[in-house]
């Protein structure tokens, strides 16, 4: 069973803060990785997305990748009271190129307190 | 640009019936999967359907199934209702242009099985 394991939290975080989540995968082929936020109630929406290996930024977020140590998380930096939600990572375990078959975590609660 | 619509918004049923859901992705969209969310299992894929074939499948009995139409809009259907299919069923479509290729969701069906 090909499985995406995070932290269950709650995590919580003062304002201004580094949140820090995580999230190992168990299929080292997979090669396409996405982080998606969800606020209660909604669905979830893309955050950011990484294939390379290294650090990819946007804003105040950050995803980080190593797929020798089958590793991806998400920083976000000043994390504002608007960023507490659901956090969910998702790997990409189609059959190749671009067929999808995401396996999602099953996500890391983040709280932001004022 | 129009986001992912999916009708109805809400359904109670009881066990037994059987129901259809209805997703019409984004404009240009060809790709269409579907996931069951649960508070006990998290985000779990169905199904993905591209050019009116299912390319990918999850875990889930046979009483799942789905289509997708020339228009790429795809319906699921769930026939012999159990209580443990009470669940948000989401719907997301990609352009399916390779490894870029990021998935967008639409607002979800609340089924309720009673």
């Known amino acids: 069973q090909k499985e995406v394991e995070q932290n269950s939290g709650p995590l919580s975080v003062p304002e201004g803060a580094i949140a820090s989540l995580n999230c190992t995968y168990s299929d080292r082929g997979s090669q396409s990785f996405f982080w998606y936020r969800q606020y209660s109630g909604k669905s979830p929406e893309l955050i950011m997305f990484i294939y390379s290996n290294g650090d990819k930024e946007d804003g105040r977020f950050t995803a980080q990748l190593n797929k020798a140590s089958q590793y991806v998380s998400l920083l976000i930096r000043d994390s504002q009271p608007s960023d507490s939600a659901t956090y969910l990572c998702?790997?990409?375990?189609?059959?190749?190129?671009?067929?999808?078959?995401?396996?999602f975590g099953k996500g890391t609660l983040l709280t932001v307190n004022p | 640009k129009a986001g992912v619509t999916q009708t109805p918004r809400y359904l109670i049923k009881t066990r037994g019936q059987q129901v259809t859901l209805s997703c019409s992705p984004i404009?240009?969209?060809?790709?269409v999967s579907w996931y069951q969310q649960t508070p006990g299992q998290g985000l779990q894929f169905l199904f993905e359907y591209f050019s009116e074939t299912q390319r990918n499948k999850g875990n889930f009995p046979g009483r799942f199934s789905g289509r997708q139409f020339s228009n790429s809009r795809s319906e699921m259907n769930v026939s012999t209702l159990e209580l443990g299919d009470s669940a948000l069923y989401l719907c997301?479509?990609?352009?399916?242009?390779?490894?870029?290729?990021?998935?967008?969701f639409g607002p979800g069906t609340r089924l309720t099985v009673l």
């Open positions: 998702a790997v990409n375990m189609g059959s190749g190129g671009s067929n999808y078959k995401l396996t």
């Open positions: 997301a479509s990609s352009p399916d242009r390779g490894q870029s290729d990021t998935q967008y």
């Open positions: 404009s240009g969209h060809r790709s």
